[in-house]
Structure formats: C-alpha cells, structure tokens
C-alpha cells in the first residue's frame, strides 16, 4: 500500500485530468493507470496525442501493485481537501471510509511509448516523414512543460516537466 497525502498527488492528478478529460467518451482511455514496481510510484496518462508518466514517489519501501482508475474517479478525488491522506493499492483509492475502486477497462500499454521516445538509440533511429508542428494547447495544463522536438523532425516530440517525462505526436505541417 502507497500514502500519499492530497497536497501531493495534486500536481500529477492536474495533469492527468487536464489531459483524459477530453477523452470521456473512449474509456480505455479515459482513466491513468498508477503503478508502483516497489522502489517507484508513478501515474501515466494519454489522450492519444500526448502520453506521459509522472512520478509520484521514489525510495522503495512500496508493495508493487497496479490500478487503473477512471475518469469519474479521478475528478472525485480531485474534490477531497488538500490535507486529506490517501491509500493506494491494486484494490483501489482510498480516502478514509471512501474507496474508489479501479476501472474495469483495459489500459493501452503506453509506457513503451514513452520509454521509446525517451530511449536514445531508439529515438536517434527516428527517420524524418515530414515536418512536424506541435499544438501546445495539448499541454498547457502540464505546469513549466518543455516541448523538445526530434532533432530531424521526426513526428514527435518529446515532453519534460518536474518528475515527468513524456511524448507528443506532431502534426504534419502542410507543404514540407
């Protein structure tokens, strides 16, 4: 079992939201999935277009489980106040006597996604297609998010902000 407080999982469960709200009407992705492989705790999320991993807690000591909460679950918790402690585990969320219990949807394995985009062999190999742009409104609920794109112009991107890593597909710009 992972405790965390509301204070702390606040920044991750913002970016989570900001990014699956738009995606309410596909439930095998509108959830995150949070795993813990019992030296780490991290959360990811996608809408398709951007995928992400964030870490929520690092030092070992943690049970390995995984949990896939959904989108309703998710805006509920965000709901709880700031001091309230949290229980997480392969069975669910807990909040005192409140259980959210995980989402019976499959979750696309999008860690290898990120991974390979943050795998430097992998991602140097990247060819150029076409001339990418990135929509930064993708990301703008992401806080001090830096877009690093493919240095050849690879359709994707890479994304970076505090105990996150991640990727963004690009768009092809027309005419290139």
């Known amino acids: 079992m992972f405790k965390i407080s509301m204070q702390e999982l606040k920044p991750a469960l913002t970016n989570v939201l900001g990014t699956i709200r738009k ?5 095998t992705i509108a959830q995150a999935r949070i795993v813990s492989d019992g030296e780490s705790v991290t959360v990811t999320a996608t809408d398709r277009f951007i995928a992400f991993e ?3 807690w690092e030092g070992g000591g943690v049970d390995p489980f995984e ?10 918790i965000n709901k709880l106040p700031k001091g309230r402690q949290l229980e997480i ?12 219990s995980p989402s019976d949807e499959d979750y696309p394995n ?28 993708l990301v703008k609920h992401i806080k001090d998010v830096k877009i690093i794109p493919h240095p050849q ?24």
Request: aromatic content about 6%; cysteine-free; overall charge neutral.
């Open 54 to 56: 964030q870490s929520l």
């Open 110 to 137: 999008v860690k290898s996604l990120i991974d390979n985009a943050w795998d430097d062999e992998q991602w140097n190999a990247l060819e150029r297609k076409y001339l990418a742009g990135y929509n930064p409104q």
């Open 89 to 100: 585990d392969g069975g669910g969320v807990r909040a005192g006597k409140i259980t959210f």
């Open 67 to 76: 949990l896939n909460i959904n989108l309703e679950s998710l805006e509920l």
């Open 153 to 176: 112009g690879a359709g994707r991107a890479r994304l970076q902000a505090p105990r996150l890593k991640g990727v963004i597909m690009g768009v092809k710009i027309d005419g290139k």
């Open 23 to 27: 995606t309410e009407d596909m439930p």
